[in-house]
């Protein structure tokens, strides 16, 4: 399995990035998916995340009506649309996936099966 992100950068307060995450060796649509971030110093936290079998996603409510996380099974790709991009977003970004996951691994990062190696985001004047 490889999970491979993408879309990551430096950007100002107030900007947009569109991550993606092309996933390979894997039924995608099988797998539950998510988007989780780390600062330096900070621990991992779970960003947004999808159920295997859709249905509502979830945000960590620092980033909610700012973020949009959305999958292509058919591409089997995640993306994860962040607008409004403030300072505190800033850090690395990984994708990960769980087999028939549902949307509260993201309280929980350690029951994810398979992570990329991460991008990371910079939000700065």
């Known amino acids: 399995v490889r999970l491979v992100e993408s879309g990551g950068g430096l950007v100002q307060p107030g900007g947009s990035l569109r991550l993606s995450c092309a996933a390979s060796?894997?039924?995608?649509?099988?797998?539950?998916v998510g988007w989780f971030r780390q600062a330096p110093e900070k621990e991992r936290e779970g960003v947004s995340c999808?159920?295997?079998?859709?249905?509502?996603?979830y945000y960590l409510d620092s980033v909610k009506d700012r973020f949009t996380i959305s999958r292509d099974n058919a591409k089997n790709t995640l993306f994860l649309q962040m607008n409004n991009l403030k300072p505190e977003d800033t850090a690395t970004y990984h994708c990960?996936?769980?087999?028939?996951?549902?949307?509260?691994?993201?309280?929980?990062?350690?029951?994810?099966?398979?992570w990329g190696k991460g991008i990371p985001v910079t939000i700065s004047s």
């Open positions: 999808l159920a295997w079998d859709g249905g509502s996603p």
């Open positions: 060796g894997l039924t995608f649509g099988d797998y539950g």
């Open positions: 990960a996936v769980r087999e028939y996951g549902g949307k509260l691994a993201c309280l929980g990062p350690g029951v994810m099966n398979y």
